[in-house]
């Protein structure tokens, strides 16, 4: 016992003499001693307490040195436990570490350099450095260097490279007649069009003077994209849609052209292999193949995808670059390729048994992970490769598919049309093969993406699969998505069930219509509403909302009644009980047309969210509402 309390008392004296271990609070002296970095400790109590003194309270993120008043002393600086400890040299403060880092971009153009005759590999551009605002655009220090070392052939733009890497949007001087004129130079080429129909804004997605555009003599492949985004609302939900699919194509007049209507996404990959097979047994090799279709339609994610499958030559993957990729309209700016392999006997029979080995063509698995279905869609799929390069050093390799027309191997030393190695790609390769070309997507008129900025864009856009949010409104109630529209529900026996399909980004807000106005002029551009952004000086430059009236005809809860289409942010499925009309007035930005769809496209929304709804909750609170707490009204 004698020689614990010895120690003890050891450890009291040696704490007390340490400097490390005093506690000291603001204002006390042993604080500032240790802040002004002195070695000499200051005597006295290590806490103090004046009953009689205000407490003061030092906000350093709001306090401005330059506004302190005239003979005021200087706070004293915040310690709180511990030692103090000087800053480092050349350390970043809180607040520089808080600003996000501003991407500037550099170089000059020089209007004399003369324009070469290399593509951009990203979107198809002439690459140049005379002017900025022009598609190709390269930065005239960049430019040079790559032309003296060879490297234009492979190089990419400042707009694809912004694109790519920074996500950031650069205005061109290019219009809408452009991309139409680019696509002109289809209708005296033979071939196969692969029209790309995007299922999340049908039927605005198909081009109605297509037959004009390419020619009226080449047959039409529909393919519907997206799929993945779209939940299932009914165990044949895809036959459903392929055939509403079919029948806005005979209401378009694209006629007898139409050979095939079949669902896939090129992100995912889900109907891609069985596109592929269809494609080597029916075309064959008879000519050049042209994706088609509107702007935002997927376009250059399924030339990336047939870029790294079967329907692209072993050799030339490597070979074409990948066409850039992003949420806004008008990346692609001319036509990119990549050559077609010869489906030959001998590789139709390499693929079919690969197929049969990793289950390639079956049918895909489907998400049931509500994470991994925000993530990768609700179907996936898998795109294998089955002609892979096998070359070594010293091995020789024979492919009998080879030794068909146009499929020559040998080297005459010439530069294929690419500005390759011709031992990557011959001449005769290049000379006799068929390709597949993306083309510029057609710009939609009266499209709600031409009223975003780029910030905005980008949370309209669908990026994965959308969720469904349901609401129910009574008579009398409004229904915000966004400051992009409002629906107000103005006549009716009973509450509507409104199933929204839109970007989870896009914030739902349910209002009575009389504070509607009031509503919309607090919060459009804030937070609330979410989309435009930007406060009142955003708004300022946003069009009014414009009404409009639409009659819906009941047909009872397990169905909807329509779907109110709002450009390219989605649609609004409307369900109510049968016998009932509803008088909806449907509020949009001028200059953007918002329709209806009658019969709508997934019917049984409104029962798909009332199933997966515990007994416990009203509706209204499993919608995804704004979780705003303020009095918005």
Wanted: proline residues 6%; contains cysteine; charged residues 25%.
């Amino acid at each position: 016992m004698l020689m614990m309390l010895r120690v003890t008392a050891s450890l009291g004296r040696a704490i007390q003499r340490s400097p490390r271990c005093g506690v000291s609070f603001v204002g006390t002296k042993a604080a500032l001693g240790r802040a002004r970095g002195g070695g000499r400790r200051e005597l006295g109590p290590s806490c103090t307490v004046e009953p009689n003194r205000e407490e003061t309270f030092l906000f350093a993120d709001y306090t401005d040195a330059g506004e302190e008043p005239k003979g005021a002393d200087p706070p004293p600086p915040t310690v709180t436990t511990g030692s103090w400890r000087r800053p480092r040299a050349g350390a970043k403060s809180l607040d520089d570490r808080k600003k996000k880092a501003v991407h500037k971009i550099a170089g000059t153009a020089d209007p004399e350099e003369p324009v070469c005759n290399s593509h951009c590999s990203g979107c198809g551009a002439v690459l140049h450095c005379t002017d900025a605002a022009v598609p190709g655009y390269l930065p005239g220090e960049k430019y040079k260097s790559l032309l003296l070392e060879g490297g234009l052939e492979s190089a990419t733009c400042q707009r694809c490279h912004l694109l790519r890497h920074h996500q950031k949007a650069v205005d061109l001087s290019v219009t809408k007649e452009e991309f139409r004129d680019t696509l002109r130079q289809v209708r005296q080429q033979r071939g196969l069009v692969l029209l790309v129909a995007d299922l999340l804004d049908l039927p605005d997605s198909l081009i109605p003077d297509l037959p004009d555009l390419v020619g009226s003599d080449k047959n039409v492949v529909v393919l519907g994209n997206k799929i993945d985004a779209i939940p299932a609302d009914s165990p044949d939900y895809l036959k459903r849609i392929r055939r509403r699919l079919a029948g806005y194509c005979e209401e378009a007049g694209y006629g007898a052209r139409v050979t095939d209507v079949r669902l896939v996404s090129a992100k995912s990959g889900y109907g891609l292999e069985a596109l592929i097979s269809v494609l080597q047994r029916t075309w064959r090799y008879k000519g050049d193949v042209y994706l088609v279709g509107a702007a935002n339609a997927g376009k250059s994610t399924l030339f990336n995808a047939l870029l790294r499958s079967d329907y692209c030559k072993a050799k030339a993957v490597d070979v074409f670059g990948e066409a850039t990729v992003s949420p806004f309209p008008g990346t692609t700016l001319n036509l990119l390729k990549f050559p077609i392999i010869n489906p030959t006997g001998y590789r139709m029979l390499r693929r079919d048994r690969r197929l049969a080995r990793a289950d390639d063509g079956a049918s895909p698995g489907r998400a049931e992970d509500p994470a991994d279905i925000r993530r990768r869609g609700y179907l996936q799929g898998h795109v294998g490769r089955t002609f892979l390069p096998r070359v070594g050093r010293k091995t020789i390799t024979f492919d009998p598919g080879a030794l068909s027309f146009g499929e020559d191997d040998n080297d005459d030393g010439k530069r294929s049309a690419t500005g390759k190695a011709s031992s990557q790609l011959t001449y005769k390769e290049l000379k006799y093969a068929r390709w597949l070309f993306d083309t510029p997507g057609i710009a939609k008129e009266h499209d709600i993406l031409d009223l975003l900025n780029e910030r905005e864009v980008k949370a309209v856009v669908p990026r994965g699969a959308l969720v469904p949010r349901t609401l129910t409104l009574k008579v009398g109630m409004c229904l915000y998505v966004g400051a992009l529209a409002r629906i107000d529900y103005l006549e009716g026996k009973s509450s509507c069930w409104f199933s929204v399909i839109a970007n989870h980004q896009i914030p739902l807000h349910v209002c009575p219509v009389e504070k509607a106005d009031a509503v919309y002029q607090k919060h459009a551009g804030r937070k609330l509403l979410g989309v435009p952004s930007g406060g009142a000086e955003r708004m300022k430059n946003f069009p009014p909302l414009v009404p409009r009236d639409f009659q819906l005809e009941g047909r009872g809860r397990q169905e909807a009644a329509a779907d109110i289409l709002l450009s390219s942010a989605g649609w609004v499925a409307v369900t109510a009980r049968e016998g009932q009309r509803p008088l909806l007035r449907v509020h949009g930005p001028a200059g953007v047309t918002f329709g209806l769809r009658t019969p709508p496209l997934l019917p049984g929304l409104a029962v798909l969210k009332r199933a997966r709804r515990r007994e416990d909750e009203s509706p209204i609170e499993t919608a995804n509402i704004s979780s705003n707490k303020e009095n918005v009204y």
